[in-house]
Every structure is written in structure tokens, then in C-alpha cells.
């Protein structure tokens, strides 16, 4: 079956303008969570989304925000781009929530990558 | 806060040894532990899961044990390949998905 996909794959923006990430998840799945990867930081949880409702969200601040629709796809958005935010943005689905009752392997895609000049 | 640390940013071996990594967490107790492969420009990959009451788990050539008393998982990969080649993470679930830094891991021919 078809993996996690996300788009675009890659994009550039400036300083000040806003960027929309779409993610579609494996189909069955209803979790999707999103992830900031840069070299310093790691990998960042940014919010988790269960059947159109977010259970979490990461330390982040609320130039972030998410959502995700009645078939599972979900977006992300940043306002007001800063140079920081340079990043590659995952997304991955998984069955359930983990912790309940699910063990919450994740299913990542290949990723967002966002340059902000 | 919930924490990971991986021994080492990065790995060298040679081909055919057995690479060794260490995931060691803080303040929690997680029922299971996951490990990751990512490859460069990829999204990580799902390898192993192990839980809480389990010592040890393997699959093909990987072994992952979790000690909850020392708070650290050991990631194992015997025979080594190049191909093997990858950072390599830990990661929990406690409030939401925590992930280690992550070992480089280079396989040396």
C-alpha cells in the first residue's frame, strides 16, 4: 500500500511569509504527527493530530499550528517565517494513539525541506 | 523534561564487526523503546520495538536489549554491512514521541 506522502518536497521562502506542508497518511491511518528535524536540534515533536483532533503539541511557538481534516490528511503551517525555521519537516501516521493500547509504530514520509532566505 | 541521549554522534567500523549503539533516557519510564534507521535526505524507518518487560529482541541481524533499571537500551547490529550505513535512533512514547540526537553509523569495507 502507499507510503506517507507529503508536499511539497521542497520549497523556499523569505523572512516574513508563511508556508503550508500537506501530509497524507498510509490509508487506515488515523494518527498523524509532526516533527522538526535540523542538525542541532534533532528530531522535534510539533503537534499529533487522532480523527481531526490534537491530542499534543510540542514546545513550539504558536507561529505553528496544524490541522488535520475528516480523512486523516492533515497540514501544518508557519506564519511569519524566520531564518530558524529552516528545517525538514516529517510527518508520519500510525494506527493508533501510542499508549493506548498501541504501540505507535510511526510510518514517517521523506519529508518537507523549507529554506527561509 | 523527557530526555534521550545516544553514546555517540558518530560510529566507525569495519565491515563484518558487530556495531554496539547506546540509547540512555531520563525522567520517565517508558513501557517500550523504539529504534529508527534514517538515511540522509529520508524520513527515519521503524526497526525494532521492545517493551518494558521484554530483555532482549531480535530480528535478522539486529539485537535491541532494554535494561529499565540502568534506563538504557543497546542496539546491535552483527556482521556489519556498508550498507548498514545510516544515524540510527532511539526513540519513547510519554506524552508524545521523544527522539534521541541519533549515532552515524559508517561501516568501513
Known amino acids: 500500500k502507499a507510503g506517507v506522502t507529503q508536499t511539497p518536497r521542497y520549497l523556499i521562502k523569505t523572512r516574513g511569509q508563511q508556508v503550508t506542508l500537506s501530509c497524507s497518511p498510509i490509508?487506515?491511518?488515523?494518527?498523524v504527527s509532526w516533527y522538526q528535524q535540523t542538525p542541532g536540534q534533532g528530531l522535534q515533536f510539533l503537534f499529533e493530530y487522532f480523527s481531526e483532533t490534537q491530542r499534543n503539541k510540542g514546545n513550539f511557538p504558536g507561529r505553528f499550528s496544524g490541522r488535520q481534516f475528516s480523512n486523516s490528511r492533515s497540514e501544518m503551517n508557519v506564519s511569519t517565517l524566520e531564518l530558524g525555521d529552516s528545517a525538514l519537516y516529517l510527518c508520519a501516521s500510525s494506527m493508533g494513539v501510542a499508549g493506548e493500547g498501541v504501540s505507535g509504530e510511526l510510518f514517517f514520509g521523506e519529508g518537507s525541506r523549507l529554506t527561509v532566505l | 523534561s523527557q530526555k534521550i541521549e545516544q553514546n555517540s554522534e558518530a560510529l566507525n567500523i569495519q565491515e563484518g564487526k558487530t556495531a554496539t549503539l547506546t540509547c540512555n533516557y531520563t525522567n520517565y519510564s517508558p513501557a517500550y523503546l523504539q529504534w529508527y534507521r534514517q538515511d540522509p535526505g529520508r524520513g527515519p524507518v521503524f526497526l525494532l520495538l521492545i517493551r518494558e518487560n521484554e530483555k532482549e529482541k531480535r530480528k535478522e541481524r539486529l539485537k535491541v536489549t532494554f535494561d529499565t533499571t540502568l534506563k538504557q537500551s543497546l542496539f546491535h547490529i552483527t556482521a556489519s554491512q556498508p550498507a548498514d550505513s545510516a544515524t540510527y535512533l532511539c526513540a519513547f512514547y510519554g506524552q508524545n514521541f521523544v527522539f534521541g540526537p541519533g549515532t552515524r553509523l559508517s561501516v568501513l569495507p
Open positions: 490509508s487506515g491511518h488515523r494518527s
